[in-house]
């Protein structure tokens, strides 16, 4: 052995330098980590490469990715990496190990991990993971002790994830429930308290001494969840909590009162309460009369009318009418909603020939339209028009209109509609005969693996035999190029929402490169341009980017990857909207609180730096008018 080192050691140093360099392994770029990571674990080298390369950045990139593919089977790529010197690398194992939803003991790491950043977020992957509820729950109440007030967060967060999961079936502790009603005294952290005071809501414990105490917190994020956690009457300067007092504790008289509210949210919401809570007194209908009068604002008139028609049918009806002719489709979708309530088939069948097709989705009644319906090229009538003919009894001689229409979806070669095209299916494989076979069989190889699947289990059904799809992978766009990402790292946008004003956003490249590339190139061909917020949640999300203004009509023609891991749902964050994972489609969310339940299932690519204000004053149907993006450099990107 003494002899055979140095001639390995001479034979080393002796061999030309352009021939060591050869066999030399050159580190991974950080733009060639990100491709390896969009191609979900089938191309393995550049981030097996990483994780040996000894470089921290490299290997936490490397350890991200490998999160983000959630598959068990790489888990032991990164468990080595938990002890690597890096912290952040440390962090990024462990995240990836909840992403993956591991059982690995993280509790036994605790008893030798010094970092705070570290720590944190064992506690709070803990609660993320399927292992004993009891056990996690002694580990994270623990946590709540650390006189890191970052680690305590962890463990906050940790339990909140855990009770969410498991409250309903396994009730907590009497053991935690007091060391989570302590911790929220105890600590000062705005946000550590709203993630104990959700922790109490998922186990259902409203201790009136815990909410009386935070009720009275300077934040008004704490007093919202405080007044969900108890369901308090408050009055509050801060929109959110008068809303979530009002959607808690509200009465006819709070709502009557509440209808010209400064806050859009909050007067909405008092309004829909005057129907919900069948207010018929003086005072209430006085108020329903006033805010569905033609001078009123259309969205005030359209909620009036639905309470309207829900408390006094009569007083309703000249509200419908005036609705229905609004120039406002808005409008004319909540004339529906009312002429439903109503009864008043004319108006349905008015409505429900609409130009505008999401007023034809809220008409829609017949199996006759639901059959027009299948010629429109908009998603979102499509599904609305499959659902209607669910367990129709004469569904068989719809096929010929229901292939009709799902080969027209297919034939625009967008993947991204497969929320359409999977409610056709499953209508066509409702009704199939022998005569379709051969028209399902060649749905196998479709480009979308939830349809090819599909499709082979209605054949399955209709021949008794096993039938497997022959497209079982998806495969999305391409990855951009480097030149394409140039300049993103650190970019910025503005977004011009028409009559209400400027907001400014940072975007997040560092947790969302892809993300961010698809809004900047999306947002850079004026695709947002001229579409609307259609979705309003108040004390939770707005969403829009639809160019149907729906849930259906997707903005991009691929599905976009999830880029999830750390980066947090917090208030003024941009997120990716999706229907299940990796099924983003240009349409994006903007949280209007602190989500926690969100994190590490959505993708978060920029917040607002600028304008959130304006952000809460947004209601549905308000436009996009412009999104610019401004790049830092048009320089490729560097090799770190």
């Not at 979530?244 to 400064?262: S, Y």
Request: hydrophobic content about 45%.
């Amino acid at each position: 052995m003494r002899l055979f080192i140095p001639i390995l050691l001479l034979v080393a140093i002796t061999r030309p330098r352009a021939e060591l360099r050869a066999q030399t392994p050159i580190p991974p770029t950080t733009y060639e980590l990100l491709r390896a990571e969009h191609a979900r674990g089938t191309d393995m080298r550049a981030i097996d490469a990483a994780l040996l390369s000894g470089d921290p950045v490299r290997q936490a990139l490397a350890a991200r990715a490998i999160g983000r593919f959630e598959q068990s089977a790489f888990e032991p790529k990164v468990i080595p990496l938990l002890s690597a010197r890096s912290a952040s690398v440390r962090r990024e194992v462990v995240n990836a190990l909840g992403q993956m939803r591991s059982r690995y003991d993280l509790a036994a790491l605790l008893a030798s991990e010094q970092d705070a950043a570290v720590r944190a977020v064992i506690y709070e992957t803990l609660g993320r993971n399927p292992n004993s509820a009891a056990t996690t729950a002694q580990v994270l109440t623990d946590g709540l002790r650390d006189s890191s007030p970052a680690v305590r967060s962890g463990a906050a967060r940790g339990l909140e994830s855990l009770l969410r999961r498991t409250a309903r079936t396994a009730a907590p502790s009497a053991a935690t429930l007091r060391a989570i009603r302590e911790a929220v005294k105890n600590n000062s952290a705005s946000e550590t308290r709203q993630l104990l005071l959700l922790a109490l809501t998922a186990a259902n414990d409203r201790d009136s001494a815990t909410v009386a105490v935070a009720v009275r917190d300077t934040s008004a994020e704490v007093r919202r969840v405080a007044v969900a956690l108890g369901r308090t009457w408050v009055t509050d300067p801060a929109p959110m909590v008068r809303w979530q007092a009002l959607r808690v504790a509200g009465t006819c008289a709070r709502a009557a009162a509440h209808v010209r509210d400064a806050s859009e949210h909050v007067a909405l919401l008092a309004i829909d309460l005057l129907g919900e809570q069948k207010c018929t007194d003086a005072a209430s209908l006085a108020a329903l009369d006033r805010e569905s009068a033609a001078g009123a604002a259309w969205r005030h008139q359209a909620h009036a009318a639905v309470s309207l028609a829900k408390v006094a049918p009569a007083r309703a009806e000249t509200v419908v009418q005036r609705l229905a002719a609004s120039p406002t489709w808005q409008a004319r979708v909540y004339a529906a909603n009312a002429a439903k309530l109503l009864k008043d088939s004319a108006t349905l069948r008015a409505l429900a020939v609409d130009k505008e097709p999401n007023v034809a989705i809220a008409a829609m009644t017949t199996r006759e339209q639901a059959i027009r319906a299948l010629r429109s090229n908009h998603a979102g009538l499509a599904l609305a028009a499959a659902a209607q003919l669910k367990g129709d009894a004469a569904l068989a001689s719809a096929l010929p209109q229901l292939r009709a229409a799902f080969d027209r979806f297919t034939a625009m070669h967008r993947v991204s509609l497969r929320d359409p095209r999977a409610a056709l299916l499953e209508r066509i494989g409702e009704a199939a005969d022998g005569a379709s076979t051969l028209w399902l069989r060649e749905r196998l190889t479709d480009a979308d693996p939830a349809i090819a699947s599909a499709a082979a289990r209605y054949l399955t059904t209709l021949t008794g035999s096993t039938v497997a799809p022959t497209t079982t992978r998806y495969e999305p766009a391409a990855f951009p190029t480097a030149q394409q990402l140039a300049g993103l790292d650190g970019a910025t946008a503005t977004m011009r929402l028409r009559g209400i004003g400027d907001v400014e956003l940072a975007l997040r490249f560092d947790d969302a490169p892809m993300a961010v590339h698809t809004f900047a190139t999306l947002a850079s061909a004026g695709k947002f341009n001229g579409l609307t917020f259609h979705r309003i949640v108040p004390n939770f999300v707005i969403q829009g980017g639809s160019p149907g203004a729906d849930e259906y009509d997707p903005i991009t023609d691929s599905f976009m990857r999830d880029e999830v891991g750390l980066a947090r749902n917090a208030r003024g964050s941009f997120g990716i909207s999706t229907r299940g994972r990796d099924t983003g489609d240009g349409q994006i969310y903007v949280n209007l609180v602190n989500n926690f339940r969100l994190d590490h299932d959505y993708t978060v690519f920029a917040h607002v730096t600028r304008g959130l204000d304006l952000i809460d004053r947004v209601q549905e149907g308000d436009v996009i008018e412009s999104i610019v993006v401004r790049r830092t450099t048009t320089s490729a990107p560097r090799r770190p």
